[in-house]
């Protein structure tokens, strides 16, 4: 297959290695920190954690806005750059002060509400440099600054062991996206930071809107089951279910890893080239779906010391391949500015996941949220499938 992109094979395997190295990082060093905090202190203590870091993830898109995506097509469309990503952190300010009085009204965290609002923010700085990385492709550096940030929690973890807990562990964590925001400061600061150009722009918010939905609503769809688990299993169940959903999870995080350098060559390529890379695609994704549940049984078994049974395993591996054949129907909604059948589908599947985990888990425990989460993912393939036909038809009816 020719990608008739400008970059020869090689640099095409650097750039997707370095990517994907670099979008794995965050998740390999929230795996390997999962491993410290399971094996020094507890299962409770992640399960704790995890809880709160859904949490802080959650409204952590909701500030972000959309913004990665909406910026990596308009820095393709055009080259100003300063003036993009200034608006878009400025505007979404309004964004970050409507999140505050929600955080403090409902209380939900098992933390202190300041903490808890301290995580949000500077997540909110950080993530704001998410789409500069790869317009920039500076994949490499991106790297380095995410280990320093990782050491910093360990090392410190490791000299003050006896007094670690919750939110010391929060502490931590926001002082590790603090020193990585500064950094990526540093590394931006001639791109970003040439001039002050920046203003507040109603406008760019609302464009910002169907690139903000479909990740959000998906977000909710796939964690709509921990949701539920969290109401029902105990703080060990919970722990397990987190770190078997969080190596799940990183599975997944390779489709969008292994395609995203190439998501704005995507965006300008005829439905033929594109049909050719979906089922390239298709191939890979069922193939090391395969590969990842023969990892993720030797980690739990021999790294979490975590013993699960074969049923377990089956219905978690059935939560996997959907993912990798759907994947590029929603880039195809988005490259043709339809995003609202993904928030449409993935809203009728968080519905559905939820409503199902609260019968399926009350039913059979630990394994009715796995299969709550298999049944929403195959539910959602047929879904996409559907519109994606007839999308298709109605586009041959035009022609």
Request: glycine share 4%.
């Amino acid at each position: 297959m020719n990608l008739s992109f400008n970059f020869s094979f090689r640099q095409r395997i650097k750039l997707g290695f370095n990517n994907t190295v670099f979008g794995l990082s965050g998740t390999i060093f929230n795996f390997l920190f999962s491993i410290v905090i399971v094996r020094l202190f507890s299962t409770e203590l992640w399960g704790s954690f995890a809880q709160t870091m859904l949490l802080v993830t959650l409204f952590s898109l909701v500030t972000s806005w959309g913004s990665k995506d909406f910026l990596l097509r308009e820095f393709s469309r055009e080259q100003r750059i300063t003036y993009l990503w200034q608006t878009s952190i400025i505007s979404r300010i309004a964004i970050f002060l409507l999140v505050i009085p929600v955080i403090f009204i409902f209380n939900s965290v098992s933390t202190n509400p300041l903490l808890f609002l301290g995580w949000i923010f500077v997540n909110y700085v950080l993530r704001s440099f998410e789409s500069v990385i790869v317009y920039e492709r500076k994949f490499s550096a991106a790297i380095i600054i995410e280990v320093i940030g990782f050491l910093f929690i360990i090392i410190t973890i490791f000299i003050f062991r006896q007094g670690i807990t919750l939110p010391v562990l929060i502490i931590l964590s926001i002082a590790s996206a603090g020193i990585k925001s500064i950094s990526y400061f540093v590394l931006f600061r001639n791109q970003l930071f040439e001039s002050l150009k920046g203003i507040f722009s109603k406008g760019q918010l609302l464009a910002c809107l169907p690139y903000f939905l479909p990740p959000f609503i998906g977000f909710l769809q796939a964690k709509s089951d921990t949701f539920a688990v969290a109401l029902q299993l105990s703080e060990k169940e919970l722990g397990q279910y987190y770190v078997l959903l969080s190596l799940l999870s990183y599975c997944h995080a390779t489709a969008v890893l292994a395609i995203t350098p190439f998501l704005k060559n995507i965006y300008r390529i005829n439905s033929a080239s594109f049909l050719k890379i979906r089922q390239k695609f298709i191939l890979f994704g069922l193939g090391w779906s395969i590969i990842c549940m023969t990892i993720i049984y030797l980690m739990l078994t021999f790294i979490y010391r975590i013993d699960l049974s074969a049923q377990t395993y089956i219905i978690a591996w059935l939560v996997l391949p959907p993912y990798f054949i759907y994947f590029l129907i929603m880039q195809d909604f988005i490259r043709r500015d339809k995003p609202y059948t993904i928030v449409i589908l993935n809203l009728i599947a968080a519905a559905l996941n939820f409503a199902l985990s609260l019968f399926l888990i009350n039913r059979f425990g630990f394994n009715g949220g796995l299969l709550s989460c298999a049944i929403m993912q195959w539910a959602l393939l047929m879904g996409f499938q559907i519109a994606y036909s007839i999308k298709h038809r109605s586009n041959k009816d035009h022609d």
